[in-house]
């Protein structure tokens, strides 16, 4: 079983709707949780940090269910250049074999059509 | 701004030859980190290193190696470059202990032919 799974889409969004989708984590004890956006050939620049309160960023909603193991993101209002790979990313607790060391989804990708 | 730096964006290799792969952060990270992505199987780790001279094997070592002289540098070797390491190789570093997230480079496409 992979640490981080995502759902690959892709989720096809009309502009200006509402998408959400999410990412399931098998570690109890991971500690940190991200979710990055990847453009096409290009490389992954966080979006935000997630944290357990769930957070905002603008039209990013981010939210973390601890006892169900997943993360979600929602993306209201989407625009033209929310078109891309949303990564899924989590810490592990500090272990001599995962010390600093982040576990990639391998992306849900999204597409905001006209 | 800060910056992870990778020495070319794309690269030509016959297969046997010696590959390096240069990385270069400019932030005082002490966590620097290899990966290459493929389609449909997303970012997996190579090698890391989270202290100058200090490396440690990823999910994929076979066939790389790796050399951290410098804090601020961290290298990826192909001892003999094969087809099938035909890939986008990324570099990223971070600091702590992962809680703030990864800077990357911006990748070098590597075909191996």
């Known amino acids: 079983r992979k640490e981080v799974e995502q759902d690959p889409g892709p989720f096809n969004v009309p502009e200006g709707a509402t998408v959400a989708f999410n990412c399931t984590y098998s570690n109890s004890a991971s500690q940190s949780f991200f979710w990055y956006r990847q453009d096409c050939r290009k490389e992954p620049k966080l979006l935000m940090s997630?944290?357990?309160s769930g957070n905002e960023d603008g039209r990013f909603t981010a939210q973390l269910n601890r006892a169900s193991q997943y993360i979600s993101l929602l993306i209201r209002d989407s625009k033209l250049s929310d078109s891309a790979t949303y990564l899924c990313?989590?810490?592990?607790?500090?272990?001599?074999?995962?010390?600093?060391?982040?576990?990639f989804g391998a992306g849900t990708q999204v597409v905001v059509t006209p | 701004d800060v910056k992870v730096t990778q020495s070319s964006r794309y690269l030509v290799k016959r297969t046997g030859e010696k590959v390096f792969l240069e990385c270069v952060q400019d932030?005082?990270?002490?966590?620097m980190f290899w990966y290459r992505q493929d389609p449909g199987l997303g970012l997996r780790l190579i090698y890391f290193s989270y202290d100058v001279k200090m490396k440690e094997k990823g999910d994929i070592p076979e066939g790389y190696s790796v050399s951290r002289e410098k804090k601020e540098r961290f290298s990826l070797i192909l001892e003999s470059a094969s087809t099938n390491q035909t890939s986008m190789y990324l570099c990223?570093?971070?600091?702590?202990?992962?809680?703030?997230?990864?800077?990357f480079g911006s990748g070098t496409r590597l075909t191996v032919v």
């Open positions: 990313v989590v810490n592990n607790r500090r272990t001599t074999d995962s010390w600093g060391k982040l576990q």
């Open positions: 990223a570093s971070s600091r702590g202990q992962g809680g703030y997230g990864y800077t």
């Open positions: 997630v944290y357990s």
């Open positions: 932030m005082d990270h002490e966590n």
